[in-house]
């Protein structure tokens, strides 16, 4: 060592202080890489450097900065292909490597030196990458180890840079999602936000056009979603997954972002594809056309677009997750809405927590309305009961369900109920769901079943009644009518002792009885023919009264005619109508006994048009066991001698033989009601 030099040791603060100067003047990457080549260079008396960084894998090393040469090496080394010897980062020292071009191809051509020194550039336990030296002859051990800061340097100068890189990438994403989000939550279109996002990633890697393509794994497609491009997003729409042309297609099956280098346009610029991977399945990929490229920039912009890729990934997922969510509960309200039962549910406390529209329209009330209201207040005491039921069962009734036929009061209606327990988390009991099924309609339409097929039995019976009473009348009709002939000729003769006269009247009254008993059989059976009119009703209640006047004004029974005016004309037998209407009055009258009422009242119905007449007493009524007998044949509640059962009976055929319909029932003021509804004539209504 010549006389006055500093030695080694001596000139290693002074290099360190140098170094720390360095770093300590400058933040940017691109004023500092300078600076520390020179070091690394003067540090071994080299010529040339090149500075080698890991990709994110850690697999292969992209060149990324140099000295002393025309032009950065863009093609990657494998890290074990002799550029990483297993000594350099297992010891942390820099190493001569003799034979370069032996070793690792092409390296030394750029180094334009047969040999180099490679220094390991290590942050911690992360490995940077590798510095390379070039040198003509293996350096002396002082200079090693002279080398070695500056490797530090370098590698506090990239982690640094990395870190205030990611920083500033952190910081425009979360800007670029916070955009994102707003888009979305203002139009509930993930498309829009996706379009916001694809104009943030033209200004952040200054690329032409950005598109988002979504996957449809149902139809094996890809869609595009959004674009920066509107035009482009008007012409594009959706490729299949197995197209090995697009671009997006093929990014899908990637694991990591790529470049794609544009041979048709400028060197500088690159496509490059970002896949999109939610934590279950493939969600899209981002492609962005025509970014551009700045030597050995490479890594760092893939880097940053799979940086970009996982955070946009989560962020769609999250979205798509939500409207999931949002459809599954849209389509459970419009389930649960569509029900015809009502259905509501109640915490353990009896209080309501949901009900459906059915239960909402019946109560009369919204839904809001009804949350947290208690129970009692909307359903009648045994709903209220049946529910507490459900509630008392406790965790082991998962399978118990409660069911009833209800009449409730407070929902006006008859209804068949289900009770059941509500479990929640760890088959605790959180409340009850009560579903009630309007029975009411079903009940009243088996009452009309009922009544029809009551009707029904009623004509049957009438019907082979009728043939049996009409063969036995028509016996019956010749010979008694030939006793009355007889004895009205002894009677016109007095060919008999005087002491016979109240025997021959007693006789002729009884046989003529025996004669109308078998008129009205021979009307019953229907043997008589119709005389089809125009018949007025009103004149016919006016004869039928008229004819009753003296007894009723004997039994002192009033009679009260509410006259229908410019009533339509019926098609019928007048005759017939009057015995059935004589018929209907004979039983008031005789229901009445002496002193009451006898009410007659017309109306006019329409749709079909009918002409409907109620006669009503103030007798005793009809007992509930008798009402639904006593439109039967020779069914009777009066003592014997004083009725047949035919009466009503007759009026009963006489009405349905002319089309109409006859009922009879409990007038709520007392008394009974009859009512005929008879068709009009179709002429009548023109």
Avoid at 249 to 254: T, Y
Avoid at 281 to 300: C, I, Y
Avoid at 379 to 385: I, L, R
Wanted: hydrophobic share 45%; with cysteine.
């Amino acid at each position: 060592m010549a006389p006055g030099l500093p030695t080694p040791s001596e000139r290693r603060p002074v290099q360190e202080a140098t170094l720390l100067q360095a770093l300590a003047s400058t933040d940017r990457l691109s004023e500092l890489l300078p600076l520390l080549h020179q070091h690394a260079v003067d540090a071994i008396m080299g010529r040339t450097s090149i500075v080698f960084q890991f990709d994110p894998t850690g697999e292969w090393l992209q060149a990324t900065s140099a000295f002393g040469i025309d032009r950065l090496p863009t093609e990657p080394w494998l890290a074990d292909g002799g550029l990483v010897p297993n000594p350099l980062f297992r010891d942390r020292h820099p190493i001569f490597v003799a034979d370069l071009a032996h070793s690792v191809r092409g390296v030394a051509e750029y180094l334009d030196t047969p040999s180099a020194v490679l220094v390991p550039l290590a942050h911690l336990e992360d490995r940077i990458g590798v510095l390379a030296v070039g040198c003509d002859q293996m350096p002396a051990a002082e200079l090693l180890e002279r080398v070695a800061p500056v490797g530090h340097a370098f590698a506090l100068a990239l982690e640094r840079t990395r870190g205030a890189r990611d920083a500033d990438l952190q910081r425009d994403l979360r800007l670029l999602l916070l955009e994102f989000s707003r888009a979305v939550s203002s139009s509930f279109n993930l498309a829009t936000g996706l379009e916001t996002v694809c104009l943030g990633v033209n200004r952040l890697f200054a690329s032409s056009r950005s598109s988002v393509w979504l996957h449809d794994r149902r139809a094996r497609t890809m869609v595009l979603s959004a674009s920066s491009d509107a035009e482009y997003l008007e012409r594009a729409r959706q490729v299949s997954t197995a197209d090995a042309l697009a671009p997006a297609a093929v990014a899908l099956r990637r694991e990591r972002a790529e470049i794609v280098l544009n041979r048709d346009t400028s060197p500088a610029t690159a496509l490059i594809t970002v896949p999109l991977k939610g934590r279950r399945r493939a969600l899209g990929t981002l492609v962005m056309e025509e970014v551009r490229l700045d030597p050995g920039s490479e890594l760092e912009l893939l880097e940053r677009t799979e940086e970009m890729g996982r955070q946009l990934s989560a962020a769609i997922e999250n979205v798509l997750l939500l409207e999931d969510v949002l459809q599954s509960r849209r389509e459970l309200d419009n389930t649960f809405n569509s029900l015809s039962d009502l259905v509501i549910v109640c915490d353990r406390g009896g209080r309501v927590v949901h009900v459906n529209e059915a239960f909402s329209q019946r109560a009369g009330k919204t839904r809001t309305e009804l949350l947290d209201r208690p129970l009692d207040e909307l359903v009648g005491a045994g709903t209220h009961k049946l529910l507490f039921e459900a509630l008392e069962v406790g965790p082991k009734g998962r399978s118990s369900e409660f069911n009833v036929e209800l009449k409730d009061p407070s929902l006006e209606g008859t209804f068949l109920m289900t009770a059941t327990p509500l479990l929640g988390d760890n088959d605790h009991l959180s409340g009850a769901v009560l579903v009630a099924r309007d029975v009411t309609p079903h009940a009243r339409l088996e009452a009309e079943r009922a009544d029809l097929r009551n009707k029904l039995v009623q004509s049957e019976k009438l019907a082979a009644l009728g043939e049996f009473v009409a063969g036995i009348a028509h016996e019956l009709n010749n010979p008694l009518q030939s006793v009355l002939g007889h004895i009205e000729l002894l009677r016109a003769t007095g060919a008999f002792p005087k002491t016979l006269r109240r025997d021959v009247q007693r006789i002729y009254r009884e046989a003529d009885r025996a004669a109308k008993i078998v008129r009205n059989l021979l009307v019953f059976a229907g043997s008589r023919r119709l005389v089809h009119r125009r018949v007025s009703i009103n004149a016919v209640l006016s004869r039928v009264f008229a004819l009753r006047g003296p007894a009723l004004k004997a039994e002192e029974i009033e009679v009260v005619r509410h006259r229908g005016d410019d009533l339509p004309r019926v098609k019928g037998d007048p005759l017939l109508l009057q015995q059935a209407f004589l018929n209907i009055v004979l039983n008031a009258e005789q229901a009445i006994g002496s002193s009451g009422r006898i009410e007659a009242s017309k109306t006019l119905l329409a749709n079909p048009s009918r002409i409907m007449v109620e006669i009503r007493d103030t007798g005793p009524g009809i007992a509930v066991a008798v009402l639904p007998r006593i439109f039967e044949p020779f069914y009777t509640t009066k003592e014997v001698g004083k009725g047949t059962g035919l009466g009503l009976a007759i009026a009963y055929g006489i009405i349905q033989e002319h089309g109409g319909q006859i009922f009879a029932a409990n007038h709520p003021d007392g008394g009974a009601i009859f009512t005929v509804q008879l068709p009009v004539e179709p002429t009548e209504l023109e």
